[in-house]
């Protein structure tokens, strides 16, 4: 599990994507974003969220059981690309 926070540049509509094998979940300011969880081989999952500039509490939960393991967690908005969210982005606690 991951908890902190990411700094969004600039107010609109993110859309943000796991790819996991297993399970994962993320959530943003406490509201689901994407629920990409259970036993599974790698899929990815999309979902989208109205965010203000400024920081955003981020929880990502991730579930390996057996097999291959793989996390990743991309983002996208005003622009910005699809990308995995950089880590200048995200911190442990308010900055």
């Known amino acids: 599990m991951f908890t902190g ?4 540049p600039r ?5 943000f ?3 996991s094998d297993d ?6 300011d406490g509201e689901p974003v994407i629920d990409n969880d259970g036993i599974h081989g ?3 999952v999309s979902g ?3 965010l203000a500039r400024g ?10 059981q057996e097999g291959d393991a793989g996390l990743t967690v991309r983002y996208a908005g005003p622009d910005i690309e699809a990308q995995p969210i950089p880590s200048s ?3 442990r606690s308010v900055k």
């Open 89 to 91: 982005t995200l911190y």
């Open 42 to 44: 790698r899929r990815s």
């Open 23 to 28: 399970g994962s979940r993320l959530s943003i």
């Open 11 to 15: 107010t609109g509509v993110y859309t």
């Open 48 to 50: 989208q969220l109205a």
């Open 17 to 19: 994507q796991t790819a």
């Open 55 to 64: 920081l955003h509490r981020i929880r990502l939960d991730f579930l390996q």
């Open 5 to 8: 926070f990411i700094d969004v």
